[in-house]
């Protein structure tokens, strides 16, 4: 499986696996489901300074669109390239010529 093919497969895999919906007919994450995946899933220590709980935690709000406090999945994924985004600059910052 190419690298790529991976992160789609597992986004797609984490947000079925954490957007319990019970009564609703589309899956969606509140605030402590994403937060439970993001305890789980992500090794925060390996962002330190880079990616923090209070980061995830403005992005949610930015994120959520609709304004229902809930990522739908389409907001899941928007906020999971914003956290690369982030990542990427953060991890360039300083690199400039
Ligand atoms: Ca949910
Ligand atoms: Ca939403």
Do not use: W
Request: with cysteine.
């Amino acid at each position: 499986m190419g690298r790529l093919d991976e992160i789609i497969v597992k986004l797609s895999e984490l947000f079925e696996a954490y957007a319990n919906d019970e009564a609703a007919k589309k899956k969606s994450l509140d605030k402590d489901e994403l937060q439970a995946m993001l305890k789980n899933e992500v090794d925060i220590e390996k962002f330190d300074g880079i990616i923090t709980m209070e980061t995830i935690e403005e992005i949610f709000d930015k994120m959520d669109k609709n304004g229902d406090d809930e990522l739908q999945l389409n907001e899941f994924c928007r906020t999971m390239c914003k956290l690369a985004v982030i990542y990427y600059r953060k991890k360039n910052k300083g690199a400039k010529k």
